[in-house]
């Protein structure tokens, strides 16, 4: 298995992703300010300075004019080109405006960001634009002249999050978690898919694995899904090994079974009969009948040969439904059967008769009175009940009935024998079918089995 390079390690890719999602977040909030601050502030232009200039002109050539109240009144009754009227600050050598008594907040934030400044600049207020200063000399004094005009210039949109803080922190916040969800989903679909293999396979699908583009990723995961598709394959091949060679070895005792049973057969034919050899011949009749069981196993299990057809349920079970009302009635017990004629599924009829066969003789034995069986049509699913009134199982022991060679030390254990194999075949036949058995007592007393089977069977 090929090591993902360093730049599609796991770690790698968190860090890179997290790190990037706060960075832009980070960044984002950030270079509001300074886009809002090169975006107000210009340097001085041309015309801008030509207004401040013209202004100051009139007071270098007559500087008594600095001290005139109503000349510097008439400064404030100037119009720009546009209408608008211009009001003009002009500041001595001590900083002091000397033509207002009032200053405006806005004036006095533009002197101390001028102050930062060694060129004259323009700053863009909310409402308002100030440009300046244009120094000049009047009566051997330094002079300082600035110009503010109502000017309500639009601004790009987003410096609408500059000017609403909170607003800003919500929508950064909201953004962040959509990129980090983002992240979270890409890394979390690989996972939900491994997982669900990974209960596919603890469920007996065998064939179950991890998609390729799962086990391509290139990172840890994709090693991951490699590694699993590598633990299924051996654990699907050793299984079905395990599986064949049970059957082989059934196949292969029936040799030396068959000679056992002639040799019996013809000890009894020269009258040398014996409670040992009949004793024998019994035990041989119980193995002939185990090694029958292990290879309908196998063959529900590993080799079935049957092809799957679309047929009503009643009709592939009409045979084992006529040998259940017969025995139930040599038993004198109520058999009550629900299936409609309408029901009809993709099926694999031999497998799917045994395994009805085996839970409803099962039913028929231990049943005090009644039995019946039931069948009804959700949706996608025919789901199948089978139901008794006889003594049922212990809860522990619901699931491991299904299991090959289990017998449960209940009610229903060995008075008749067997070897645990009939509801194990009859679980990999259900199986086989690509439905579920499941098992569950009635109240007050009783055992149900319920099949669930599809009526499209899935990659048909």
């Not at 009139?58 to 119009?79: M, Y």
């Not at 090693?223 to 049970?246: H, V």
């Not at 009644?370 to 949706?379: F, K, L, N, T, Y």
């Amino acid at each position: 298995m090929k090591a993902p390079s360093s730049i599609n390690r796991l770690f790698v890719k968190l860090l890179l992703g997290f790190w990037l999602c706060s960075s832009l977040i980070i960044a984002f909030v950030g270079i509001l300010p300074f886009l809002q601050q090169s975006h107000d502030q210009q340097p001085l232009s041309h015309k801008q300075e030509q207004l401040l200039k013209r202004v100051a002109k009139h007071f270098i050539e007559e500087p008594e004019l600095l001290k005139d109240s109503r000349t510097l009144k008439k400064l404030n009754r100037h119009r720009a080109p546009d209408g608008k009227f211009l009001k003009f600050y002009i500041l001595d050598d001590e900083s002091r405006v000397i033509n207002h008594r009032k200053v405006p907040r806005t004036f006095r934030e533009f002197l101390l960001l001028s102050e930062d400044h060694k060129e004259p600049i323009s700053h863009q207020f909310r409402t308002e634009l100030i440009f300046g200063p244009y120094k000049f000399i009047a009566g051997e004094r330094e002079y300082r002249v600035y110009s503010r005009i109502a000017d309500n210039h639009p601004k790009p949109w987003f410096f609408f999050f500059n000017d609403n803080k909170l607003l800003t922190i919500i929508i950064a916040m909201m953004l962040s978690g959509m990129l980090c969800g983002l992240l979270a989903w890409n890394l979390g679909k690989p996972l939900r898919s491994l997982k669900q293999s990974s209960n596919a396979l603890a469920e007996g699908d065998l064939s179950s694995r991890v998609d390729s583009k799962v086990a391509n990723r290139g990172d840890e995961i994709g090693e991951l899904a490699q590694a699993f598709n590598s633990m299924a394959d051996a654990i699907e091949t050793m299984i079905n090994n395990q599986q064949r060679l049970m059957g082989d070895i059934s196949h292969e005792l029936r040799t030396p079974l068959t000679r056992l049973q002639l040799s019996l057969a013809l000890a009894r034919k020269k009258e040398q009969s014996s409670i040992e050899i009949e004793r024998i011949g019994y035990e041989a009749e119980q193995l002939e009948d185990l090694i029958s069981e292990l290879l309908t196993l196998s063959r529900v299990t590993i080799s079935n040969n049957e092809n799957l057809v679309h047929l009503e349920l009643a009709e592939s079970l009409s045979q084992v439904l006529d040998d259940a009302e017969f025995e139930a009635e040599q038993q004198q017990k109520q058999l009550d059967i629900d299936i409609p004629e309408s029901i009809s599924l993709d099926h694999y009829p031999k497998s799917l008769s045994r395994a009805i066969e085996n839970v409803l003789r099962n039913a028929i034995r231990y049943a005090d009175s009644a039995v019946s069986i039931h069948a009804i049509q959700e949706r996608q699913n025919v789901l199948i009940t089978i139901s008794d009134n006889g003594p049922g199982i212990d809860d522990a022991e619901l699931e491991e009935v299904f299991k090959p060679f289990y017998r449960p030390d209940s009610a229903r254990d060995r008075e008749s024998g067997g070897w645990g194999l009939g509801l194990a075949i009859t679980h990999a036949a259900i199986k086989l079918n690509q439905g579920h058995i499941s098992a569950s007592n009635l109240k007050p007393q009783g055992l149900k089995v319920l099949i669930t089977l599809p009526v499209k069977m899935k990659g048909q």
